[in-house]
C-alpha cells in the first residue's frame, strides 16, 4: 500500500509560476516511478511527466515543468513556470509499482493516485 499526498496548489495570473509537491508514504521499495497527471474541468486526464531515475515529459509542458524528486523525504516535486490559463487543472501524484515503462502516457498502469491539488491561471 502506497500513499501519496500532493500540496502547493494555488491561483497564479498567466506567465507565473508554481511548485507542487507529493509525499509518498506506505510499502516503498527502491526508486519507483512516480508522476504527474492533470484534468480540466469536462476534460479526460492527460500524462504531464513521470519520473523514476530521469524525468520524461508529455510535449505539451517540455521546457515549461521540471519533475524532481528528493529520495531523503520521499517526495516528488513538479516546478511549473510560464503557467498559461490552459494549465488550469486539478493535478494529480501517481504512483507506479509493477515493471514497465515510467512515461506519462502510462496513465492505466499506475495504481496508487492522490486526490488532487487545484491549479488555476488566470489571465
Known amino acids: 500500500q502506497v500513499q501519496l499526498v500532493e500540496s502547493g496548489g494555488g491561483s497564479v495570473q498567466a506567465g507565473g509560476s508554481l511548485t507542487l509537491s507529493c509525499v509518498a508514504s506506505?510499502?516503498?521499495?527502491?526508486?519507483?516511478?512516480m508522476g504527474w497527471f492533470r484534468q480540466a474541468p469536462g476534460e479526460d486526464r492527460e500524462g504531464v511527466g513521470t519520473?523514476?531515475?530521469?524525468?520524461t515529459y508529455a510535449d505539451s509542458v517540455k521546457g515549461r515543468f521540471i519533475i524532481d524528486r528528493d529520495n531523503t523525504r520521499n517526495k516528488l516535486y513538479l516546478q511549473m513556470k510560464n503557467l498559461q490559463p490552459t494549465d488550469t487543472a486539478t493535478y494529480y501524484c501517481?504512483?507506479?509499482?509493477?515493471?514497465?515503462?515510467?512515461?506519462?502516457?502510462?496513465?492505466?498502469?499506475?495504481?496508487?493516485w492522490g486526490q488532487g491539488t487545484q491549479v488555476t491561471v488566470s489571465s
Open positions: 506506505g510499502n516503498i521499495s527502491g526508486r519507483i516511478c
Open positions: 519520473m523514476r531515475g530521469t524525468p
Open positions: 501517481a504512483a507506479l509499482t509493477v515493471d514497465g515503462s515510467c512515461a506519462p502516457e502510462n496513465e492505466a498502469k499506475f495504481r496508487y
